[in-house]
């Protein structure tokens, strides 16, 4: 007989644990390591989905991407993405400022390669994996512009920033 209450105990155990698999309790095999969002952030702090750059400037500014789960935990596959750019169109906007007030992009007549940059400078190689992203204006391309700039994580969550090019945002 106790054995079977034993038995019993164990089991009701195993199933109670089973049902918070999902939750805080134990890690589950389905419980992907995957983000649900990508953040920017650069050196003054969180990025908001758009960056300003003057024109004329010729520095790179640095753009950092996290990974993150929606319990606001990081993602373990990241923390490191693949990067890309292209020019926007009319058809993407931005919000201009804090009142909500948005913009449609300007696309610039000539749209030559859009370069992307390292961490410490040097030109970023499409295709390899990097936690930051430098961003600066494209040369011989007259303002005001936009860039949108995707971040590709391992598992393939993507996420983007608008770069707005021009002197007044």
């Not at 089991?11 to 089973?18: D, I, N």
């Not at 992907?32 to 790179?60: C, K, W, Y």
């Not at 990241?78 to 890309?84: E, L, N, V």
């Not at 598992?155 to 983007?160: D, R």
């Amino acid at each position: 007989m106790r054995r079977l209450v034993v038995s019993l105990v164990a089991s009701c155990g195993l199933a109670v644990l089973a049902a918070c698999a999902g939750g805080y309790g134990l890690t589950t095999t389905n419980n992907s390591s995957s983000p649900d969002r990508i953040t920017f952030s650069t050196v003054s702090g969180q990025l908001n989905g758009v960056l300003s750059v003057a024109p004329n400037g010729n520095s790179p500014i640095l753009v950092t991407g996290l990974g993150v789960k929606n319990n606001g935990y990081v993602a373990p596959d990241a923390t490191s993405f693949s990067w890309a750019a292209t020019y926007g169109t009319a058809a993407t906007t931005y919000q201009s400022n804090v009142s909500g007030v948005t913009k449609p992009c300007t696309a610039p007549a000539a749209t030559p390669p859009i370069p992307l940059f390292t961490a410490s400078g040097g030109v970023y190689t499409a295709g390899s994996f990097s936690s930051q992203i430098g961003v600066a204006p494209v040369p011989g391309v007259a303002a005001p512009y936009c860039l949108i700039v995707v971040a590709t994580a391992p598992s393939g969550q993507i996420g983007s920033f608008v770069v707005i090019v021009s002197n007044t945002p």
